[in-house]
């Protein structure tokens, strides 16, 4: 358990480094990108996650329990995120994946998929199957997921 955490941790700070140094202009040689894929497919393996390298992730996002946490490139999620176990962020038929806002939390096995909104503050229930926007301080539960509490 503390080694896929520490693994999931080493996972999410590789992909916003090469965020980073993507935005700064900076392109990895040949020689780079193979040891950049190369310890991502290490940590990747070892955290059980699936976080491609283009996701845009906040800052102090927490994985507690990262096994089988699959995140799309196009995904974008803001700061101080709690994202459990068995979550999916992903695309639908077209080529657009969610956006986290801030202080969002995703329950075990939730679903996230397509071009919607998680607002700041939202709560998605575990296993819930998002496909329409949640707006900020709501919480979404259900399959569908539908809002049952906002503010």
Same mark, same amino acid.
């Given at each position: 358990?503390?080694?896929?955490?520490?693994?999931?941790?080493?996972?999410? #700070?590789?992909?916003? #480094?090469?965020?980073r140094?993507?935005?700064?202009?900076?392109?990895?040689?040949?020689?780079?990108?193979?040891?950049?894929?190369?310890?991502?497919?290490l940590?990747?393996?070892?955290?059980?996650t699936?976080?491609?390298?283009?996701?845009?992730?906040?800052?102090?996002?927490?994985?507690?329990?990262? =096994?089988?946490?699959?995140?799309?490139?196009?995904?974008?999620?803001?700061?101080?995120?709690?994202?459990? *176990? *068995?979550?999916?962020?992903?695309?639908?038929?077209?080529?657009?994946?969610?956006?986290?806002? =801030?202080?969002?939390?995703?329950?075990a096995?939730?679903?996230?998929?397509?071009?919607?909104?998680?607002?700041?503050g939202?709560?998605?229930?575990? =296993?819930?199957?998002?496909?329409?926007?949640?707006?900020?301080g709501?919480?979404?539960?259900?399959?569908?997921?539908?809002?049952?509490?906002g503010?």
């Amino acid at each position: 358990m503390l080694l896929s955490v520490h693994a999931a941790r080493k996972v999410v #700070d590789l992909v916003r #480094d090469h965020r980073r140094e993507l935005e700064s202009g900076r392109q990895p040689g040949s020689f780079g990108r193979k040891m950049l894929r190369l310890r991502h497919e290490l940590w990747s393996t070892l955290s059980g996650t699936d976080i491609d390298l283009g996701t845009t992730i906040g800052e102090r996002l927490q994985l507690p329990h990262p =096994n089988g946490v699959v995140m799309h490139s196009k995904t974008v999620i803001g700061d101080d995120c709690m994202i459990m *176990q *068995q979550v999916t962020l992903g695309q639908l038929a077209e080529e657009s994946a969610p956006t986290i806002g =801030n202080r969002v939390y995703i329950g075990a096995g939730a679903k996230v998929l397509g071009p919607v909104t998680i607002g700041d503050g939202a709560a998605i229930g575990a =296993n819930a199957v998002v496909l329409t926007d949640v707006p900020a301080g709501a919480t979404a539960v259900g399959v569908p997921a539908k809002i049952v509490k906002g503010k």
